[in-house]
């Protein structure tokens, strides 16, 4: 705005020089004034014909807690402009809360370039990113134009995940409980399943050979069976949200995090269980790999939690299930494995106290 003004008055300026002086010169500076402002909104118009754009919200934190809005935007023309500019609006599905985060860069003529905003203190939820329109500046920035955008993006924003040390052994990680998943790596006994064909080896047994296979193929080919894996170990999720305050929400859900990822780097699956306050009954999701935990985030959100005996109710609700460790983590903060304490974690030290944490299952 003050180029502008800057430039309306420059103009002014050799008009009142041209007449003041009967100057030529500054008369072709008045003339040159009047006629560049239709140059570059032609040159504007041109450029935001062809501008292309992408929005982008991260959602995974960084390390330091905050998190990216981006707007992508390719120049595909030969016009140069000074300054872009545009508005992100962030809003909260579920607390409606809303944040602006203004975006301003600048994009060279056939230039890719990316807008950029560090944005913190967003809590785990859908969150909608919607950018309605964009304005662009002439190589000068004097003159500008608005170009409707009107993309929008769903992102959910998981909680932060630090280190921890947590030591899954061999038993709770392949106890054979019933499964309806196989190890990819590890070799069993159940004949349902087969893990991969070869030829035969000398040594191998003759009751794993695939007489069919090895009749069709006129070789003996052996079948290898999988080892079938059950969620051996529990995390009873025992809280009520809408009792708690921003600031335990946060810290709660950063634990689940962060013990949940742990446990699957160690190949051990897991359930999540949590009381459906509506239903009046226990529901569970079984962790197994990434895709079932970032499943269970978006199932979450829709679910009203509360508490109960979570052992009793859960042998009640899944009578013969078995599991070899069980972690109960409540409204409080507490931190329960297998009845023994393990720690109390407050909101502002999270990460100092999940690095201390040493949790065997």
């Known amino acids: 705005m003050r180029n502008l003004l800057f430039y309306v008055f420059a103009g002014v300026g050799a008009c009142y020089m041209a007449i003041l002086y009967n100057s030529k010169g500054f008369f072709v500076l008045f003339v040159a004034a009047v006629l560049l402002p239709p140059f570059f909104l032609c040159m504007l118009w041109q ?57 301003v860069g600048k994009a060279g003529a056939g230039e890719r370039v990316t807008l950029e905003k560090i944005v913190g203190d967003l809590e785990f939820g859908l969150w909608q990113a919607q950018c309605r329109s964009f304005i662009c500046y002439d190589c000068l920035g004097i003159f500008r134009l608005r170009k409707k955008v009107g993309q929008q993006v769903q992102v959910m924003i998981l909680p932060a995940c630090y280190e921890t040390n947590i030591k899954a052994g061999l038993k709770t990680k392949l106890f054979l409980s019933d499964g309806e998943w196989y190890h990819p790596q590890i070799g069993g006994d159940d004949p349902g399943e087969i893990l991969k064909l070869r030829e035969y080896q000398m040594g191998d047994r003759m ?16 079948a290898e069976m999988s080892m079938p894996i059950g969620c051996n170990v529990v995390i009873f999720l025992d809280v ?52 079932d935990l970032a499943d269970f985030w978006g199932e979450i ?13 859960y042998q009640r609700e899944f009578p013969g299930e078995a599991y070899v460790s069980h972690i109960w983590w409540n409204q409080e903060l507490e931190l329960y494995c297998n009845d023994e304490f393990q720690a109390k974690i407050e909101p502002e030290g999270v990460k100092e106290r999940l690095l201390e944490l040493e949790l065997k299952v």
């Open 47 to 103: 450029v935001r014909r062809r501008l292309e754009y992408k929005l982008l919200v991260s959602s995974d934190p960084e390390e330091t807690g905050t998190y990216r809005v981006c707007l992508e935007i390719y120049n595909n023309s030969i016009f140069y402009l000074a300054e872009a500019r545009t508005k992100v609006v962030l809003r909260n599905d579920k607390s409606n809360r809303k944040i602006k985060v203004k975006l």
């Open 240 to 291: 009520r949200m809408d009792t708690m305050n921003k600031k335990d929400c946060k810290a709660y859900w950063e634990v689940v995090h962060t013990i949940s990822l742990e446990l699957l780097e160690q190949e051990c699956c897991h359930f999540l269980v949590w009381y459906e306050e509506q239903e009046q009954k226990l529901r569970r999701k079984g962790i197994r790999e990434l895709e």
């Open 301 to 313: 959100l829709r679910h009203r939690m509360g508490r109960c005996v979570f052992k009793e109710v």
């Open 207 to 222: 009751n794993q050979i695939h007489w069919k296979l090895s009749a069709r193929n006129d070789t003996l080919i052996v």
